[in-house]
């Protein structure tokens, strides 16, 4: 049986370089669209990401500090979706992206924001981008 000690000195695997946090289904409402009737009334919107971060350092340390607070970025993500009018879900997908790839740690991200009920028969209308370093 492990201890609460010997659990401390587990051996790390050799080499961990990058984290992967995924924001999924992220259910949001907002002015999206050009049509005269998307600008004055709030639709569905559903964003997903991943964000790949540099995290050698959390895996020994297991310190907030060391991690990126994605909290944090869906917080922001949530204030400008909520707060913003957007004609097109490329410029959302993209400010969305923008605020993935704030911190110096992240290497590569992808939004993808999907319009559920965009078109008559299907079930939604999506952009995806990325972006790395």
Do not use: C, W
Request: charged share 25%; net charge positive; no cysteine.
């Amino acid at each position: 049986m492990k201890t609460a000690s010997s659990i401390h000195k587990l051996k790390q695997p050799a080499r961990i370089s990058e984290a992967r946090i995924h924001i999924s289904n992220l259910r949001l409402r907002t002015y999206i669209g050009f049509n005269p009737d998307e600008k004055t009334k709030q639709q569905d919107i559903i964003v997903n990401a991943e964000i790949h971060y540099r995290a050698d350092s959390t895996f020994t340390s297991d310190a907030e500090a060391d991690a990126l607070n994605y909290k944090s970025i869906t917080k922001r993500m949530i204030h400008h979706i909520e707060n913003g009018r957007f004609q097109l879900l490329e410029k959302l997908t993209a400010d969305l992206l923008a605020i993935a790839t704030e911190a110096e740690q992240v290497s590569y991200a992808e939004v993808r924001v999907d319009k559920p009920h965009a078109l008559r028969f299907a079930d939604s209308v999506a952009v995806t981008l990325s972006a790395s370093r």
